[in-house]
């Protein structure tokens, strides 16, 4: 793990009125450029070869001879061969040389891998480094772990396909969409074999990632994302923020509950069993006698975060929840950055942080906020790892 004497080290050589704004172009990069746009830094997006249009053309910074911002969010594209292209050493060099400050979001993480980033990416980011393994759930030490230490609910995992005796979901990884899931559910052991045995010589699952996939009890219920926001800078009012809540649309799933059930009933054994993979988000908003549920979530979090991972949560993270019948969160997955939702946010922010700040807040203009005070301050290192 780079140490943080090191990212001290780097920041002594960064202009701090100089400073840019980079993430990998996917995921979130939208919001955080915009975010970054509307608090006054300069965005560079890091763009895999192909993939580069949305930023390098229809997003794109117009601005004016004073430097006033037209249109767009996008002022510089970086393409690679490769997302982890950025790993090289005399790439990181040129990123330094720009007071350049990394935002990391799913995307970095998936395409650039862990160890890299942990040991050899040795440019500042926005964030905690170390909280970043955590994400992925054949880790020892994965967010049920922390989930776990935290007292935070979860739904019950099942060790033995054999003793499903309620409707379940199983989470493993799609073997053709590699970044993509390949979940399924099930209500007994019967119906758990017979479906992965039909995904399975679709080629959608495959017999590694079937032998280490979690089975949980599935929980019925709304589906909330709740996207917090930590300052360790915060000295008057909490620092604990809740900025934003949004909900998944998920292929081919949606498109099937839009089905009258005698329609799905026909489907062809190929179709029958919808796949889960996200293609969008909505916003929304919770009841407000469940909110003070939400922080308490939140404050649980950020409390085991710093007892086991130093120095605990700083800015985004996301917690995704349902709720039950009884009116009981249960959170079935953590991001321990920004959210893969927070677009929902761009230019418009969000009811809670625009209420909360007075003026449009998104996750992406909290975190260039973040960093606006914390250079004011002369505290970077307190939000950069």
Not at 211 to 233: C, D, H, M, Q, W
């Amino acid at each position: 793990m780079i140490e943080q004497s090191e990212i001290k080290t780097i920041l002594e050589d960064y202009d701090q009125l100089k400073l840019r704004i980079g993430m990998t172009a996917s995921h979130s990069a939208l919001d955080l450029c915009d975010g970054a746009i509307e608090e006054g830094f300069p965005t560079v997006a890091y763009c895999q070869k192909g993939r580069e249009r949305i930023y390098s053309e229809y997003f794109r910074t117009q601005r004016s001879s004073s430097g006033r911002v037209r249109r767009g969010m996008v002022d510089k594209t970086v393409v690679l061969d490769r997302f982890d292209g950025i790993i090289d050493p005399e790439f990181q060099q040129g990123m330094r040389d720009r007071n350049m400050i990394f935002i990391p979001n799913r995307a970095f993480t998936s395409y650039c891998g862990i160890d890299r980033i942990e040991n050899d990416f040795r440019v500042p980011m926005f964030g905690t480094r170390s909280m970043l393994r955590m994400e992925e759930r054949t880790e020892e030490f994965d967010y049920y772990w922390l989930l776990e230490k935290a007292g935070l609910p979860y739904p019950e995992a099942i060790e033995d396909p054999q003793d499903i005796d309620c409707l379940v979901i199983v989470k493993l990884h799609h073997a053709q969409k590699k970044l993509e899931r390949g979940f399924f559910t099930c209500a007994s052991y019967e119906e758990y074999v017979e479906k992965s045995s039909d995904l399975l010589a679709q080629g959608v699952i495959d017999e590694e990632s079937l032998k280490t996939a979690r089975i949980e009890r599935y929980v019925i219920g709304p589906v909330f994302n709740l996207n917090f926001f930590y300052s360790p800078l915060e000295e008057e009012m909490p620092q604990l923020e809740l900025l934003g809540v949004d909900w998944r649309f998920e292929s081919s799933l949606d498109g099937h509950v839009r089905l009258p059930a005698p329609q799905q009933m026909t489907m062809p054994a190929h179709q029958q069993i919808p796949e889960m993979t996200v293609v969008g988000h909505n916003t929304a908003t919770i009841r407000e006698s469940l909110l003070e549920g939400a922080f308490e979530l939140g404050e649980k979090f950020v409390k085991a975060s710093k007892e086991h991972y130093d120095p605990g949560v700083i800015g985004p993270f996301c917690l995704q929840t349902c709720i039950d019948k009884d009116m009981n969160f249960h959170i079935y997955d953590v991001a321990p950055r920004v959210g893969g939702g927070t677009n929902v946010h761009v230019n418009v922010g969000h009811p809670y942080g625009n209420s909360l700040w007075r003026r449009p807040m998104s996750t992406g203009r909290r975190i260039a906020l973040e960093l606006r005070r914390a250079a004011e301050q002369d505290r970077l290192l307190e939000v950069l790892t």
